[in-house]
């Protein structure tokens, strides 16, 4: 993607941030329900959102853009970067600050795990989901902003992202001070 692009898609980019988060959230306290038979409240945030979901779905289109009309590509390109992000982002939160947020070895259908971190369940959910994400999401949004007024479009991407991006400071400096 280049500056030109970034430049005019980046409502629609802060739109699919905050979906993103929200959807992780759903899948994650829908799947924790089956996993260990309750409700549990998934997420490091105090709202109703995964920030490592809405940076996923950013770099699924990003990673996707070029093949973005290759079903399979994209599928294969989603699955990998997710697979790597989840990777790289648990392992980089247990090193530096000493924080487990996820372990798949104790989970259901956890097969092709990799250090607890990551495993072929998550990753083919996510190849799937950037699937969704690529030809269900991203042109529903587009339509979306063809037939809203341009201050409504802008609102509807930037207050869900706004209070995403604020929510993720405001956990991070509660969690800081001991809160």
Not at 10 to 32: D, H, K
Not at 111 to 132: E, K, T
């Amino acid at each position: 993607m280049d500056k030109a692009y970034l430049k005019k898609r980046f409502p629609l980019l802060m739109l699919v941030f905050a979906f993103g988060g929200i959807f992780g959230f759903i899948y994650e306290e829908i799947f924790y329900r089956f996993d260990l038979g309750e409700w549990v409240k998934r997420g490091t945030t105090f709202g109703p959102w995964i920030p490592i979901y809405g940076f996923g779905g950013l770099l699924i289109l990003a990673i996707t853009y070029k093949v973005r009309k290759n079903p399979f590509l994209v599928f294969l390109l989603a699955t990998v970067s997710s697979g790597v992000l989840e990777l790289a982002t648990g392992w980089v939160i247990l090193t530096v600050f000493g924080i487990r947020l996820w372990d798949y070895n104790t989970e259901i259908l956890n097969w092709g795990n990799i250090g607890g971190f990551v495993c072929a369940r998550s990753v083919l959910f996510f190849g799937i989901s950037g699937l969704f994400l690529r030809f269900v999401l991203v042109p529903l949004f587009e339509k979306l902003e063809q037939k809203m007024p341009k201050k409504a479009w802008l609102a509807l991407c930037f207050i869900p992202a706004a209070l995403f991006a604020a929510d993720i400071v405001v956990s991070l400096i509660c969690k800081a001070a001991g809160l």
